[in-house]
Nanobody, 125 residues
Framework: VQLQASGGGWVQAGGSLRLSCAAS????????IGWFRQAPGKEREFVVG?????????YEEDIVEGRFTISRDNAKNTVYLQMNSLKPEDTAVYYC??????????????????WGQGTQVTVSS
């Protein structure tokens, strides 16, 4: 399943953005979906994941700190990431990817063809 992230942009610290992760493949609903990010000069890191039904969510709390909310609408083949209280250190390219479990997603074990073009989020101080 190929995914496409969108919704990034420039925002001042304290602002909000809503990212979307969309798939054209109806198998989207079969997979857990994770959001990842990669800041300049750093490795890509897991941020949050949601299971196929939307009933189980795992946040990387060191990153999220209660500021981000993930949700999904399988009827629209879309996962959303609402990001509030953004900080300059949230500046990164954000990607979404599919996996068979939240544990796999946290380990970076994703379906290789699910990585799409990321979306840039820039937070200014």
């Amino acid at each position: 399943v190929q995914l496409q992230a969108s919704g990034g942009g420039w925002v001042q610290a304290g602002g909000s953005l809503r990212l979307s992760c969309a798939a054209s493949d109806r198998t989207f609903g079969n997979y857990d979906i994770g959001w990842f990010r990669q800041a300049p000069g750093k490795e890509r890191e897991f941020v949050v994941g949601i299971d196929s039904s939307g009933g189980i969510i795992y946040y990387e709390e060191d990153i999220v700190e209660g500021r981000f909310t993930i949700s999904r609408d399988n009827a629209k083949n879309t996962v959303y990431l609402q990001m509030n209280s953004l900080k300059p250190e949230d500046t990164a390219v954000y990607y979404c990817a599919a996996g068979y479990s939240l544990i796999n997603l946290r380990r970076g074990q994703v379906l290789s063809d699910s990585w799409g073009q990321g979306t840039q989020v820039t937070v200014s101080s």
